[in-house]
């Protein structure tokens, strides 16, 4: 069964649902510098030129859900939202960043495009009515521990809100312990409520494995591929220039040149199977 999603708003300039090819959502897991951000957003806005994608940059600027109280979290809400600020002033990319607190929420509305509700904050009511009532557009990650159709749950609170523009972040399933798994065969049941993205990077994570998650990479390319089968509407890649200098995710994220090959791949395999394949 191939379902069409229904259609959305993700930016001012792009629509979810009905693309002939999805939306790319890239960027650093945290943000580290003002250099490294602007470093990265540059390099991925020269990938979207010449790929001609539509790109909505991310980063984070706290990382509250560490595995270790000692791990690097972020420059915090008002130094990481001039960073953020900047990269839209500068390059002209619609941008997305993550709350974890209610408080939060306002404050970064008024300068991101969309707000991502972390997996793991899923099911925190006031946090998830809190950024669906600034009106932005949100990215519902998926919990690792939550079953597709327990999803339509947290939709609920947010049309409740009186917000219907959202989207839901597959990024892997719990198998056991320390273990992550994409069952690709609910995509269609995730698409009966909202548009679907596929997080290519942290479903390479294995969570919690040591003092930090760490992460099997080398598989990013096979479900990328796979993902692109399953007709999702949205990708999701981290990204940095540097693996060894990466202070967060660094196990499983996806190089910048990588990144570029994978896309090189990925994006005329998802035109070709929309073009190719009727949808209802």
Not at 159 to 182: A, D, H, M, W
Not at 241 to 254: G, P, T
């Amino acid at each position: 069964m191939i379902v069409h999603s229904r259609e959305i708003k993700l930016t001012a300039d792009i629509t979810s649902g009905n693309l002939n090819m999805p939306a790319f959502i890239l960027g650093p897991c945290v943000i580290e510098s003002e250099t490294q951000v602007m470093k990265i957003a540059g390099t991925l806005k020269k990938y979207s030129e010449e790929l001609s994608f539509p790109l909505i940059f991310k980063a984070s600027f706290d990382k509250a859900n560490r595995t270790s109280i000692k791990s690097f979290r972020g420059p915090g809400l008002e130094d990481g939202l001039k960073i953020l600020e900047k990269v839209k002033r500068e390059f002209s990319l619609p941008v997305l960043t993550d709350i974890h607190l209610p408080s939060q929420a306002n404050a970064v509305a008024q300068v991101v495009d969309i707000i991502q509700i972390p997996a793991f904050l899923i099911r925190q009511t006031d946090l998830v009515a809190a950024a669906a009532r600034t009106g932005k557009t949100l990215n519902l990650k998926k919990a690792q521990f939550l079953s597709p159709y327990e999803m339509q749950h947290v939709c609920n609170k947010v049309l409740e809100c009186n917000n219907s523009n959202f989207f839901i972040t597959e990024r892997g399933t719990f198998f056991g312990y320390n273990k992550l798994v994409n069952d690709f065969k609910y995509v269609p049941i995730l698409k009966k409520m909202a548009p679907v993205c596929f997080d290519g990077t942290h479903s390479l994570q294995i969570p919690g494995a040591e003092a930090k998650s760490l992460g099997e990479p080398e598989f990013c390319d096979n479900l990328a591929f796979t993902a692109a089968g399953a007709f999702f509407d949205i990708f999701f890649f981290e990204t940095h220039y540097d693996r060894s200098e990466a202070k967060s995710d660094a196990s499983n994220l996806i190089l910048l040149p990588d990144l570029f090959e994978l896309l090189k791949k990925l994006i005329p395999l998802t035109k070709f199977l929309r073009e190719n394949t009727f949808i209802k």
